[in-house]
């Protein structure tokens, strides 16, 4: 009797791959510059960046949600910090973020003044990965415009896309993630 419960607990679990303590996209309900968001803010000029993926604001460590960019040791990690630093360095932003990583490190959407979010266009440019193990944890429109946004990138051969390049979660552990079909919410994890 409890292996089937046990299994459907597993199953679930297992969907939205990634899961290290996030708040799924279903109880994202707030909004900032048009995008559902987490309701955590946190507002400051980026004091630094890290990497393609990693800045800080407020002495705070922010991670980019949704993005994966290539390690600094890696072919293509320092073109892509450059690139987050040439949009963010000194620059006021606004963080929103529903959650904090394992590094203590806030996980959020980092919005410039004028509401350009710097998360898709890392993406956007080639300069990180559509980290689509983590999908589940995003609002569908959000799913949608950072898969629009590695296939074209992709397709025109920007950034990392210019040669071949291995994932980040590659180069640290070797091996794929679990990428979501279903979501918990029931969305269909087609993005």
Not at 121 to 140: F, L, P, R
Not at 148 to 164: I, N
Request: net charge negative; with cysteine.
């Amino acid at each position: 009797m409890w292996r089937p419960l046990l299994f459907f607990f597993a199953v679930i679990l297992s969907a939205c791959g990634g899961g290290d303590g996030a708040l799924p996209a279903q109880n994202m309900g707030e909004t900032y510059c048009g995008v559902v968001t987490g309701s955590g803010r946190l507002t400051g000029a980026v004091s630094s960046v890290h990497d393609g993926d990693t800045l800080t604001v407020n002495g705070q460590s922010i991670r980019l949600d949704s993005i994966d960019a290539p390690e600094l040791d890696q072919a293509y990690g320092p073109t892509s910090r450059d690139h987050l630093a040439s949009l963010a360095l000194g620059q006021r932003v606004t963080i929103t973020y529903s959650k904090n990583d394992r590094y203590d490190r806030v996980v959020g959407t980092v919005f410039k003044a004028d509401c350009s979010n710097l998360n898709l266009n890392q993406v956007a440019m080639g300069a990180a990965w559509y980290y689509e193990a983590y999908k589940c944890e995003i609002d569908i429109r959000q799913r949608t415009a950072f898969a629009a946004a590695q296939v074209s990138a992709r397709a025109r051969s920007l950034g990392l896309w210019a040669a071949p390049a291995v994932a980040p979660w590659v180069f640290r552990n070797g091996e794929e993630p679990v990428v979501p079909t279903v979501c918990p919410n029931g969305d269909a994890a087609s993005n």
